[in-house]
Nanobody, 119 residues
Framework: QVQLVESGGGLVQPGGSLRLSCAASRTDLSFNDMGWYRQAPGKQRELVATITSGDSTNYADSVKGRFTVSRDNAENTVYLQMNSLKPEDTAVYYC?????????????WGQGTQVTVSS
């Protein structure tokens, strides 16, 4: 069994910064894609940023230029540096890790961490 443990959420003023971290409970497994999704009240979960094991990244248009995703493959940890935060970034942020398995893939999810951007 694999658990993803997130940390780093909280309350920040508009224009501020936060850094989220997510560590997998096992380092003997490799993950192809790791990343972050978010869900605001009354909205569907949406992609924020992903990063492959080869460090290729993908970002939602709404966060490009403000957020940076990175990972440490040896520690199976993924990070999300969030700068110039806006009230519309307020959401529960979920860490995701995907492994390719025979015949498909398997997704793992963290428990979520709240990010609130408010003055």
């Amino acid at each position: 069994q694999v658990q993803l443990v997130e940390s780093g959420g909280g309350l920040v003023q508009p224009g501020g910064s936060l850094r989220l971290s997510c560590a997998a409970s096992r380092t003997d497994l490799s993950f192809n894609d790791m990343g972050w999704y978010r869900q605001a009240p009354g909205k569907q979960r949406e992609l924020v940023a992903t990063i492959t094991s080869g460090d290729s990244t993908n970002y939602a248009d709404s966060v490009k230029g403000r957020f940076t995703v990175s990972r440490d493959n040896a520690e199976n940890t993924v990070y999300l540096q969030m700068n110039s935060l806006k009230p519309e970034d307020t959401a529960v942020y979920y860490c995701n890790a995907r492994r390719l398995i025979l015949g498909g893939s398997r997704d793992y999810w963290g428990q979520g961490t709240q990010v609130t951007v408010s003055s």
